[in-house]
């Protein structure tokens, strides 16, 4: 089974600054895609950033991007010039890419955002 | 651009009643997930299905039943229900193979 590890419960950022949020996963599957969702006070879902397994480009959007390490099973987000609107809880979250069937989610951790 | 729709945003049910969540997908999605999310945890995937039919099952429980129907929407339906069934129900769509984009949630509070 595949499982999402995210083992900061809470991260806080002082504002304009960067901050890396961790995530790991355990699969056996060679293609899949992984995510982080950002979840507002709101508690709407609200994708973030997407990577595809088999891209060995790291994604970005704007000032979002992640440091993917395919060996090491590793997904970090890494949040550049921090704003108030980007505090939240964020999950990261993991699928297999012909079977998108079950998305597993990280415990999420919740970032702190001071101004 | 379109966006999930869920309906009803809120609900408030008794002990032991009855309650029907719907959900309509982004225009060309055929895909349809259902999650629950208790207060605290991440959602935990319940049930999919593609082009009407079920695709997978999670962790739903026997009193839960949920179908699409020919215009794509889905309703979970859930029956005798428990104080624990309170939580966010989310219901997410996407194409075949690829990302899947949340709704805003139906929050339940079960009485």
């Known amino acids: 089974a595949q499982t999402v590890t995210q083992s900061q419960p809470e991260m806080s950022v002082q504002e304009a600054e960067t901050v890396t949020l961790s995530c790991t996963y355990d699969t056996s599957e060679s293609d899949y895609y992984l995510f982080w969702y950002k979840q507002p006070p709101s508690r709407q879902m609200i994708l973030v950033i997407r990577q595809e397994a088999y891209k060995q480009q790291n994604a970005t959007e704007n000032r979002f991007s992640v440091n993917f390490q395919k060996a090491a099973k590793s997904f970090s987000l890494k949040i550049s010039d921090s704003q108030l609107g980007d505090a939240a809880m964020y999950f990261c979250a993991y699928t297999n890419l012909y079977n998108n069937n079950d998305m597993r989610f990280g415990a999420g951790t919740r970032l702190t955002v001071k101004p | 651009a379109a966006g999930v729709i869920q309906s009803p945003r809120h609900l408030i049910k008794e002990k032991r009643e009855t309650a029907t969540l719907k959900c309509y997908p982004i225009p060309r999605h055929d895909t349809v997930y259902w999650y629950q999310q208790g207060p605290g945890q991440d959602p935990q995937f319940l049930i999919s299905?593609?082009?009407?039919?079920?695709?997978d099952k999670g962790s739903i429980p026997d009193r839960f039943s949920a179908q699409q129907f020919s215009d794509y929407h889905s309703e979970l339906n859930m029956s005798s229900l428990e104080l624990g069934d309170s939580a966010l129900y989310f219901c997410a769509s996407s194409p075949p193979v690829g990302t899947q984009y949340f709704g805003p949630g139906t929050r339940l509070t079960v009485l």
């Open positions: 299905f593609y082009e009407k039919m079920q695709s």
